[in-house]
């Protein structure tokens, strides 16, 4: 009964959450190969999901760069399915918050709803969390969020430690607005975990950084991780002003001991324990089921989990693609079981019509409400333009393939840089994708098993292929960067062709084998009924009875 009260107190704020991610981190030593990867779900309902090709750009002594306000939803910039072409992310009818200097040259970069790798394998992921403080951007005295300075480093660093140095500075200049905020940064050699929030005054910024030990795995959900930050330590880094802003607050006092970063400036221990903590627990658990770590926090204390493992094996692109499918299967909070679940095991919730009832539902890794997932992989001993690749989904990672997105190809292929979520087209990945998760929902038991087949097969073929493409891409680039570059983007432009294609032919058998609820395939008009234990307990058998004359109410 504690746990039961603990869940709904705890969480029933969560209905009121539009929005959330979750971000994975798996360093070079945990990696199978040496990778470094983060990721990201975009767990946003309704944000613009292109993912686009900012190109390098050069620019003259003395230049202003703008600094735009956030924009999540479409469209975010104009780009070459809007009219003219962009050599900035563009806001229409937007004005700028403010400037800050331009540098001499800019990198080319890939950007979502936020900056996501560049030229020289930067790779970023996100997650909002909770925090003391939300402040309003203001022109002219607060003017960057983390998009925006997301993307600043995406322009001007090379490596995780750069862009963290970067983007706290920036913050704490300039002013940061929005609530909590984590970036996941990566290089070819290091991974860093950036937390973010506004001070008291909204004017600057309080910012902490720590590095994921080398052979670990992170994870983070919608709450802060770092914890006690040792300023000896090259391991982590904090802003300035954090030490005087949280005393003067009275969040700090400096004779307790080194600073504890999330009890600090977080909204508290008792933020959302198990919408955030339980996906903490089961990326952990799956990662190094060996810790034996129980998915009961007490008091929704962060410090029941470390903040990362050691894996009991090490992990492939392919294994973290798997943890974000995770629905919690095969565990006491498996969304596919039990009567919310409906009669076709439906993991999908959503919220109540009116808002009137107070609850919760449990919250898986992938999520209906989910516009694109990334893994990252970045590796050192490719050329940049083929060692930094993005594995893309243009839809919620259970409905989703993930495509490869090399950070040397030059133009993002149409069926991932256009569209909207205001149109429907056959045309746009997130279209093709989004379809086949939403047929699946009519019977979910019975169309998702092949969904995972319809995964497992293409991007098992994308795996198959990638040491290959890779070895001829390097030997291209020892000869001719350039061609290089045109290789990777014809390849990444062929794939998209041919999973698209894949994905509608796929599509149209789903169509026709359950259409109408029945299994049509080999033979049209097979049965495919409720399950008898689904019958029971939503009372079936006690509505109706069957008597000598016939059917009868009862």
């Known amino acids: 009964m504690r746990k039961i009260l603990l869940v709904l107190i705890a969480v029933a704020a969560i209905v009121t959450i539009g929005w959330a991610c979750t971000t994975i981190i798996v360093t070079k030593g945990a990696s199978v190969d040496g990778s470094v990867m983060t990721s990201h779900s975009a767990d946003c ?17 003395g230049t202003q760069r703008a600094v735009y306000p956030f924009i999540e939803g479409y469209p975010r ?58 402040a309003q951007a203001k022109a002219g005295e607060c003017i960057f969020d983390v998009a925006a300075l997301s993307r600043v480093a995406m322009e001007r660093c090379t490596t995780a430690r750069e862009a963290i140095e970067l983007m706290g500075a920036l913050a704490v200049e300039y002013g940061y607005y929005g609530w909590g905020e984590t970036l996941t940064v990566t290089d070819p050699q290091e991974a860093w975990v950036f937390e973010i929030c506004a001070t008291p005054d909204q004017k600057s910024a309080l910012w902490a950084a720590k590095k994921v030990p080398d052979g670990e795995v992170f994870v983070e959900a919608n709450i802060f991780r770092i914890r006690e ?10 802003s300035p002003n954090l030490i005087e802003v949280a005393t003067a607050a009275g969040w700090y006092d400096p004779s307790s001991g080194p600073i504890d970063w999330m009890a600090t400036v977080s909204t508290g221990e008792y933020s959302y324990p198990y919408y955030s903590l339980r996906r903490i627990w089961r990326v952990l658990d799956r990662v190094a089921p060996s810790l034996e770590l129980s998915p009961w926090v007490e008091d929704g204390f962060t410090k029941d989990y470390p903040f990362s493992v050691v894996p009991d094996k090490k992990l492939s692109v392919a294994d973290v693609i798997d943890l974000f499918r995770d629905f919690y299967e095969g565990t006491e909070f498996d969304l596919t079981q039990g009567l919310a679940a409906g009669p076709f095991g439906n993991p999908n919730r959503y919220s109540g019509s009116s808002r009137l009832i107070k609850g919760s539902w449990e919250r898986a890794l992938s999520i209906f409400r989910c516009e694109y997932v990334f893994v990252s992989q970045v590796r050192d001993w490719l050329p940049d333009p083929v060692g930094g690749v993005i594995w893309w989904g243009a839809a919620a990672p259970h409905e989703t393939i993930l495509v490869p997105m090399y950070c040397g190809i030059t133009d993002v292929p149409d069926a991932f840089d256009t569209g909207s979520l205001e149109k429907f087209d056959r045309d746009v990945a997130s279209w093709a994708f989004n379809f086949m998760g939403n047929w699946a929902e009519l019977k979910f038991s019975y169309m998702y098993p092949e969904i995972k087949e319809f995964q497992k097969k293409t ?29 990777l983007t014809d390849y990444v432009a062929d794939v998209s062709d041919r999973v698209m294609a894949e994905t509608w032919e796929f599509n149209e058998y789903l169509i026709t084998k359950y259409r109408d609820g029945y299994i049509n395939i080999p033979n049209v008009g097979a049965s495919a009924g409720y399950p008898d234990a689904w019958l029971k307990e939503v009372g079936y058998a006690d509505g109706h009875i069957f008597g000598d004359d016939g059917y009868k109410a009862k």
Do not use: W
């Not at 309902?45 to 002594?61: K, L, N, Q, T, W």
């Not at 936020?114 to 969390?129: F, P, R, S």
């Not at 350039?482 to 290789?487: D, M, Q, S, T």
């Open 77 to 134: 910039y104009v780009g070459k399915d809007m009219g003219p072409t962009y050599d900035t992310p563009g806001y229409p009818a937007t004005e700028p918050l403010g400037y800050i200097d331009q540098v001499e040259h800019t990198y080319g970069y890939f950007d979502a709803v936020y900056g996501v790798i560049n030229e020289h394998q930067l790779a970023i992921g996100e997650c909002t969390c909770s925090a003391k403080v939300y």
């Open 229 to 238: 930050l040792d300023p000896n330590s090259e391991d982590n880094m904090f």
């Open 45 to 61: 309902g309704a944000c613009d999901f292109r993912y686009v090709y900012i190109p390098a750009a050069d620019y003259e002594a």
């Open 459 to 487: 991007e098992g073929k994308l795996f198959a292929m990638q040491s290959a493409i890779e070895a001829a891409a390097a030997q291209l680039y020892a000869v001719d960067p350039e061609l290089c570059k045109e290789f």
